[in-house]
């Protein structure tokens, strides 16, 4: 329960809060950096993953976890401070359309974010029972699921991409190893 209430109610709240302050242009390019740079991790991370488990295995369900969200901030920090220096002023629509563009652009951005995040949850080293049985039922699975499947599913189904993914699998086959370590640690 306090795993529902903590990535279900107060994460959501949380990235609105922060979003808030920012105008609907801002908040459209950080969704397009956000999905370009998770997608650039994610395509990564699992090689590099690999790569350092060859040297050091005991950190085995770590090292993905790790590396995608390592990647994601560097991606996106580089991605963003280029941003800011090509786009220095807000692109308003007007008073009457202002607040309503605004509000439509942090909610995207909650979104997106909350995607993100919820899908990264698949792959990290959380093996309590509680975690694993949020993240095959709950918000946050539906919410990671969702932006898997939008991202990395559907393109690679049209092709783009070496091989085709599988969000259900990938889902299953992380929850189930960080189970697995955590069951072998006990």
Not at 97 to 117: E, N, P, R, S
């Amino acid at each position: 329960m306090l795993y529902f209430f903590i990535f279900s109610i107060v994460l959501p709240l949380g990235l609105f809060a922060v979003a808030w302050n920012q105008c609907f242009w801002t908040n459209f390019l950080n969704c397009l950096m956000i999905v370009l740079s998770s997608a650039l991790a994610f395509n990564y991370a699992q090689g590099l993953a690999n790569m350092l488990n060859e040297k050091l295995p005991d950190w085995s369900g770590f090292t993905e976890f790790l590396i995608i969200w390592l990647l994601f901030l560097i991606i996106f920090s580089v991605t963003k401070a280029v941003c800011d220096q090509l786009s220095k002023f807000p692109v308003r629509f007007g008073k009457q359309f202002d607040q309503a563009f605004d509000i439509a652009g942090c909610v995207m951005l909650t979104i997106v974010m909350y995607g993100w995040i919820c899908f990264t949850f698949f792959p990290s080293p959380v093996g309590e029972e509680g975690f694993n049985q949020m993240m095959k039922n709950d918000l946050p699975s539906m919410a990671g699921q969702s932006y898997g499947q939008v991202v990395f599913e559907l393109p690679s189904k049209l092709g783009m991409g070496g091989r085709p993914f599988d969000m259900s699998e990938y889902a299953m086959t992380r929850l189930g190893r960080a189970a697995d370590e955590a069951n072998h640690a006990d």
